[in-house]
């Protein structure tokens, strides 16, 4: 079946390669991404173009996640046009290298804002819509960092991931009654293929940051990304997490899951985050809502 898709975070890296995977896939997929008029338009044109070459049906579409006023008006805009929203993939991310003591709150609640609040400002704006259809699909991409990585520097990153998560995972219980289905796709450390290092957010304090570039942590970050990189193996293809999410997008109701775990370096979270989905479903069969644990069927 042919779904109408919302991605965020499109430009570049997993949301891009979700792009091309999904519509390679037979769907119709909005790219969203900020300044498709601006420094982003050469993207956009790359979609259009892509679209046209391969016939298939990817349409770059302004968004601002930080902004609600922005999301608003592209998912109504999807809504006119496509008359319908099958799946939201929240991809938009963004990280930061770096000691933690460097950074502002002003930065932490940047890297909050990205990766944990515009979630919750796509999901205002679009699950009216799936709610009164009776059916959607949220697929979170989340990161195995939320659970069981360990390296320093990467702190607020992290944290807001691990946020994010959470809010997954509630969102897949509060949801569920409406036919509503959740996903979360966990890729671990991928150093190729992706621009999360390359871009990552650099400390505001630059005298803090020297004081760990020179004191006894003088070797931590490069210990930290040589050490990263030594766990990835040459051939881990960050193209299996846009796989995952097609895999996912196409499975039948109700036989979706809600994670999968893309990790090559092997950190640990897929045993810390079975442990704790094991204790979530016996809490909620514990608590008389086992119902949760599933989408509900909703009549045609």
């Known amino acids: 079946m042919k779904e109408v898709i919302i991605i965020t975070g499109a430009s570049s890296g997993f949301g891009q390669m979700t792009a091309h995977a999904l519509g390679r896939a037979g769907h119709i997929v909005y790219a969203t991404m900020r300044q498709t008029e601006g420094r982003n338009k050469p993207k956009a044109d790359d979609y259009r173009s892509l679209s046209q070459a391969e016939n298939i049906d990817i349409?770059?579409?302004?968004?601002?996640?930080?902004?609600?006023?922005?999301?608003?008006?592209?998912?109504d805009a999807v809504l006119v046009e496509a008359g319908r929203i099958d799946v939201v993939v929240h991809n938009a991310g963004h990280m930061n290298l770096g000691p933690t003591e460097a950074f502002s709150v002003e930065q932490?609640?940047?890297?909050?804002?990205?990766?944990?609040?515009?979630?919750?400002r796509v999901n205002l704006a679009v699950l009216p819509h799936l709610r009164k259809q009776?059916?959607?699909?949220?697929?979170?991409?989340?990161?195995?960092?939320?659970?069981?990585?360990?390296?320093p520097y990467l702190a607020p990153y992290f944290a807001a991931k691990a946020g994010m998560e959470q809010l997954a995972v509630s969102y897949s219980a509060e949801l569920a009654r409406f036919g509503i289905e959740t996903s979360i796709i966990v890729p671990g450390a991928f150093t190729k293929g992706t621009n999360h290092f390359a871009h990552a957010m650099e400390p505001a304090y630059g005298d803090t940051a020297a004081l760990y570039a020179n004191g006894p942590t003088a070797d931590l970050q490069d210990k930290v990304l040589e050490g990263t990189m030594s766990l990835v193996p040459d051939d881990a293809d960050p193209a299996l997490v846009a796989d995952a999410i097609v895999e996912v997008v196409n499975a039948p109701f109700g036989q979706r899951p809600l994670r999968i775990t893309i990790d090559p370096s092997q950190d640990g979270s897929e045993i810390v985050a079975s442990v704790q989905d094991r204790i979530r479903e016996d809490t909620l069969r514990r608590i008389g809502l086992a119902d949760l644990l599933h989408p509900a069927k909703q009549q045609a």
């Open 108 to 120: 932490l609640a940047q890297m909050y804002d990205v990766n944990t609040l515009s979630t919750q």
């Open 59 to 75: 349409r770059p579409l302004e968004m601002d996640v930080s902004d609600q006023a922005s999301v608003d008006k592209a998912i």
């Open 134 to 151: 009776g059916k959607g699909l949220l697929v979170w991409v989340s990161s195995s960092s939320a659970k069981a990585n360990w390296s």
